[in-house]
């Protein structure tokens, strides 16, 4: 297979990564054990068992830091763990799940980008590489890979049962 058959292989199976509309309309719900923050700076440091949830969307991590320096709906959110997760429930009902050593989460731009030992996978397909872009919002990913190693793609093809 060349390498412009496997690239448009992988957009056509991501191509359906996209979250059902109603998690984007509800609140961002975040969890800890432990809390601190920095008012003047807008800055919240969470420790501790950190569950971010977002409708479908679950973020788990060991930290996470939120940047709301730049307006309300302009958050970033920065999850670190040994890895951090994510999962979400697809308009068609499919979950997609992700983890790498830090997810960061614009709100914004609706984008993910997971660094650091970074897979995600969906109906058995796998990619993986040092760094993860995700733009949830135009249905857009890309992968990079890191010095002596190469981006990873796995697809698992579908099984059919026969009539």
């Known amino acids: 297979m ?3 058959t496997l690239c448009c292989c992988m957009l056509l199976s991501i191509s359906t990564l996209h979250a059902a509309p109603a998690d984007y309309t509800q609140p961002v719900d ?3 054990d432990f809390w601190e923050a920095s008012i003047q700076d807008n800055i919240s440091i969470y420790r501790e068992n950190v569950e971010v949830r977002q409708g479908s969307m679950l973020i788990k991590a060991v930290r996470l830091e939120a ?3 730049a307006g309300r709906g302009n958050e970033v959110l920065i999850a670190s763990g040994s890895p951090a997760t994510y ?3 697809l308009e068609d ?7 790498a050593n830090e997810i960061r989460y ?8 997971l660094t650091g030992n970074a897979e995600m996978s969906q109906s058995g397909s ?10 949830i919002a135009t249905q857009q990913l890309s992968a990079e890979s890191e010095q ?6 796995i697809f698992t093809p579908e099984i059919k049962e026969n009539p």
Do not use: E, F, P
């Open 87 to 89: 999962s979400q429930t």
């Open 148 to 153: 002596n190693r190469r981006v990873t793609t």
């Open 126 to 135: 796998l990619v993986q590489g040092a760094v993860i872009r995700y733009n």
């Open 93 to 99: 009902g499919k979950k997609v799940t992700a983890q």
């Open 2 to 4: 060349n390498i412009k």
């Open 106 to 113: 614009d709100l914004a731009s609706r984008t993910l980008t």
């Open 30 to 32: 975040v969890r800890s």
């Open 67 to 69: 940047n709301a320096s």
